[in-house]
Nanobody, 120 residues
Framework: QVQLVESGGGLVQPGGSLRLSCAAS????????MGWFRQAPGKQRELVAD???????NYADSVKGRFTISRDNAKRAVYLQMNSLKPEDTAVYYC??????????????WGQGTQVTVSS
């Protein structure tokens, strides 16, 4: 079983910055894609950004140019630097990781979520 623990959420004013962190633990043979999703009240969970083990990243149009995803493979961690935050970025942010614990056991794990609130 693979566990993901997030940190770094909080309350920030519009235009401010936050950095989210997520660390994976457990039996991990390989971890392909790590990413961040978010879910605002009354809305579906959506992809914010993801990154492969090789460093290729993908962003939602709404965050391009403001958010940066990065990962540290040695630490089994993924980060999301969020700049120029807007009220519409308010949501619970979830870390996600896809990989294999053994050659025959894939995993698709989620963190517990961390609240990000952008408000004056």
């Amino acid at each position: 079983q693979v566990q993901l623990v997030e940190s770094g959420g909080g309350l920030v004013q519009p235009g401010g910055s936050l950095r989210l962190s997520c660390a994976a633990s457990g039996i991990i043979l390989s971890m392909n894609t790590m990413g961040w999703f978010r879910q605002a009240p009354g809305k579906q969970r959506e992809l914010v950004a993801d990154i492969t083990s090789g460093g290729s990243s993908n962003y939602a149009d709404s965050v391009k140019g403001r958010f940066t995803i990065s990962r540290d493979n040695a630490k089994r961690a993924v980060y999301l630097q969020m700049n120029s935050l807007k009220p519409e970025d308010t949501a619970v942010y979830y870390c996600n990781a896809v990989g294999r614990s053994t050659p025959w056991a894939p995993f698709n794990s989620w963190g517990q979520g961390t609240q990000v609130t952008v408000s004056s």
